[in-house]
């Protein structure tokens, strides 16, 4: 059992949880900061959690819901107010819909996270602070301080295993429901670097180039909310007897945060840059985080139903992103 102590500080209207892991503070901060190894843990082990939107950057927003046995789900949000990567993060949690809009009617408790390096691997140190002893009297008396314990004693396991926010980790897929899936990618170098690297014409023609033999002559790009991007991409060369192929992609950008998220829509183009007749559109929401050595990329995917999701994923997609991503991380090591 890792955690060492749970301290219940009335007066002050704070619990204080401390844990030790046999691993580097670096590497538990990577635990929290990839919503793949978070849900691991976050929420106990009878109601796993799942986050549809983590954004760890200061007035970033995370979106998480917990599932029962019996399929019931209790919905919660972080506001990300401090983030000192890879050391410390303190966020405003509460109840939520299952959007992620606040639960007025709930209370709201600040929540602090420290990670430092011990002789024998790492300490944890969460502060949980209430508006006052009632309100931190409720949330007890409903079992906070067991439920806690209980999702951080998963945190073994997860620091057991591979660290799928560590420099080399490919580009991962995860389907988070009918219409929604997460893809995660490992990027070297810093979130500034990352997101230039997606949003400046110039880089972007020198990486996201599709498969081998094609280019990118088409890439209007914009990050200001409701203007309109326009990538295309077309063969060096045609196959004997055939046209060279061409297609592309065009959207609006609906939300803007540099350089930590970027929310846009997304049909496909055929080569004039018209959209595809009854093609689906799709919302990608893009967020840059910090890790320990390096940014992890995530995009979440909203399709408009399972057959456009199992299409457009059949397409190969996600092989094609991670061919485009090992060439960028030749331009950014």
Known sequence: MPVRTVNKNTGDSTIE?????????????????DPNQLERFWGPPTYPATFPRHD??????????????????????????EVNAPH????????????GTPNPQTPEVTMSFRF?????????TMLTSFASDSEMQDMLEMGMAEGMEAALSQL???????DTAAPGAKTRLTILGDTLVRINRVLPGEVEGAWRAHHDADV???????????????????TTVGENYRFGWAQDVAAEGRDAEAFG???????????????????????????????????????FSPVADGTLLTLVVTYPGVAARDMILGTGM????????????????
Do not use: K
């Open 116 to 124: 430092d390096d011990t002789d024998q691997g790492s300490t944890m």
């Open 17 to 33: 949880i401390i844990a030790d892991y046999p691993v580097s503070a670096r590497r538990l901060w990577n635990a929290y900061a």
């Open 156 to 162: 073994d396991a997860v620091l057991a295993d591979p």
């Open 318 to 333: 996600v092989d094609g992103m991670e061919m485009s991503y090992a060439r960028l991380d030749q331009l950014l090591g």
């Open 249 to 287: 992609f065009t959207g609006t950008v609906l939300e803007s945060e540099e350089p930590y998220r970027i929310v846009t829509t997304e049909m496909m183009t055929d080569g004039e840059g018209t959209p595809v007749a009854d093609g689906p559109e799709t919302r990608n929401d893009l967020t």
């Open 88 to 99: 410390s993060f303190t966020v405003r949690d509460g109840f939520a819909d299952e959007s």
């Open 204 to 222: 972007l023609r020198r990486w996201q180039l599709g498969p081998d033999g094609w280019s990118m002559p088409v890439c209007d790009v914009t």
């Open 56 to 81: 760890v950057a200061v007035g970033g927003r995370s979106h998480y819901f917990m599932t029962g046995p019996e399929g019931d789900r209790s919905a919660g949000y972080w506001t990300f107010t």
